[in-house]
């Protein structure tokens, strides 16, 4: 796995080192909209075209300040391939949080979004705290709807005759908003391309998350941190099953 230890979303240097409170994070949503490309740009701030997809799953690390905590997001990329679906509850088990990502230019991945929604509601951690987020928005900007296939945010191509076609928004964010709303999870639109919106996904999670609450002593002494149950990989770069760290899905 790519942990990831270098820290680029802290600001400044407290005479008093803080210890991390860490947070399980998995990302959900269907193959190609963006997840690895979003964690990428959080923890290495970098987008990489072309990314290959994830086989399994990637483990990366990285920290943010909110208030006066420092919340270590434990992520678990998830590979968006249906043969993978299976292996999801072993990522999303325990976790204190989770990102569902649907592409905004294809309606078909909000759809598969908001089943992943219903599969942790009704399967994961009941404080889970769960954000939507429509990626790939630097394909419908106001400023130019015109972007083709080739532009698109991640492991995406053109169609299969190799013309260019012009990218429409397919998922109205009035309509995403709405539905969060309704189902009580936060809601983003982000571009992993641009980073727009991807570092504040994170920021809001971690207020979110009961953190108070992580911290109090359990029955056995000991605060109630996340991890117990986490799944210990050796840090040789790869994913669960295979390729890790990667891709566009």
């Known amino acids: 796995m790519a942990d990831v230890s270098d820290n680029t979303a ?33 923890v290495n701030n970098e987008f990489q075209e072309n990314k290959e997809p994830t086989i399994g799953a990637a483990f990366l690390t990285q920290k943010t300040r909110v208030e006066d905590k420092i919340i270590k997001f434990e992520i678990w990329d998830t590979a968006g391939q ?37 599969e942790l ?61 309704e189902s009580g999870l936060l809601f983003f639109e982000t571009s992993a391309k641009l980073g727009h919106g991807v570092q504040e996904v994170f920021n809001e999670i971690a207020r979110k998350i009961p953190i108070d609450q992580m911290l109090m002593p359990s029955r056995s002494g000991r605060a109630g941190m996340p991890g117990s149950n986490r799944i210990d990989l050796n840090n040789d770069g790869q994913g669960i099953g295979g390729r890790g760290g990667s891709c566009a899905c």
């Open 10 to 42: 802290l600001s400044g240097s407290p005479s008093v080192p803080m210890k991390p409170v860490q947070v399980k994070l998995v990302l959900l949503g269907e193959a190609a909209v963006g997840k690895s490309s979003l964690v990428l740009r959080f």
């Open 121 to 181: 509601q009704r399967q994961a951690n009941p404080n889970i705290v769960i954000a939507l987020a429509g990626n790939k928005v630097d394909l419908v900007s106001d400023e130019d709807d015109d972007l083709h296939p080739d532009e698109l945010d991640g492991d995406e191509e053109a169609n299969e005759d190799g013309d260019d076609m012009p990218i429409t928004r397919q998922v109205p964010a009035e309509e995403a908003r709405a539905y969060a709303d």
């Open 82 to 118: 249906e043969r993978f679906h299976s292996l999801a509850p072993m990522y999303y088990r325990n976790a204190q949080a989770a990102i569902v990502v649907y592409d905004v230019t294809r309606a078909a991945s909000l759809d598969k979004a908001k089943s992943w929604v219903k």
